[in-house]
């Protein structure tokens, strides 16, 4: 399958809402938002997030398809000197085709070059598929875990990845 990778922006809101949306129907427990929530949000508030996507501390990927559907996103943000790798997703029936792969290399190199030594994510203590791809990926587990913040009884396991200067 033929895809390309493009930054997140404010100009791509729509396309930004509609996999948003379909990234929580699809995987309800893998992102800290619900669909109701994410439903009721405003144009406004979509083009917001959007534009908000690639800053100084953020960044924002997604993956096109050839009639220009979004078909996957990634994206990372610095918080308290760390960054995070957040908002995974790749629709089902193109996972395992290199989305996620080719996402994750846009990543590492804006976080490389800020100059950061490490991602850091948080998955769910179930998504077991998430966590395998993870560990292909360089990915280990930190033996830390945190609540989830939609069901705090449940856990997110934290993984990092050390990133290689270039």
Known sequence: ?????????GESWRSFRDLR?????D?????????DAASQQ???DWRRRATAANSELSCGFAAVDDAGRWVGIMRA????????????YVTPLLRGEGLAD???LEIERWAGERGDDQLTLEVHEHNERAQAFYRRRGFSATGQTVPYPLAPHEQETVMTKPLVAK
């Open 1 to 9: 399958m033929a895809f390309r990778i493009v930054p997140v922006d």
């Open 21 to 25: 949306l379909e990234m929580l129907a």
């Open 27 to 35: 995987s309800p427990k893998a992102f800290v938002e619900t669909l």
């Open 42 to 44: 405003s144009d406004d």
């Open 77 to 88: 943000r610095v918080e308290d000197g760390r960054t995070f790798l957040l908002g995974v």
């Open 102 to 104: 080719a996402l994750l």
